[in-house]
């Protein structure tokens, strides 16, 4: 072939190999975002049921903690009324 009429081609082929280049360089780092975000999906499903473990622990406790503020209630209320109430003594033997 004659240099000459290869000599215009060179430029083309250099251009085109560099879009190329940034075209593939382009998906290659939207491919390895998207592996990236699906790693991390799956990362935060573990996270997501340790998050639910504790809020199911933390119900038991506030069921808990109702519970004994009930219980308190009650016991208030029986004071109040007069029936927890203990009989008057008939005074204090004490050795002084």
């Known amino acids: 072939m004659n240099p000459d009429t ?3 081609l060179i430029p083309v082929v250099m251009f085109g190999g560099l879009f190329a280049w940034l075209i593939v360089r382009a998906l290659t ?3 390895a975002a998207a592996l990236k975000a699906r ?3 799956a990362g935060a499903g573990a996270g997501q049921a340790e998050l639910m473990a504790a809020v199911e622990q933390l119900r ?8 004994r503020v009930d219980f308190t209630e009650r016991l208030l209320a029986k004071t ?6 203990l009989p008057a003594g008939e005074g204090r033997m004490g050795s002084t």
């Open 39 to 41: 790693s991390e999906a």
């Open 29 to 31: 780092k939207a491919h």
């Open 6 to 8: 290869l000599a215009p």
């Open 60 to 67: 038991q406790e506030v069921a808990e903690l109702a519970e």
């Open 80 to 85: 109040r009324d007069g029936v927890g109430k």
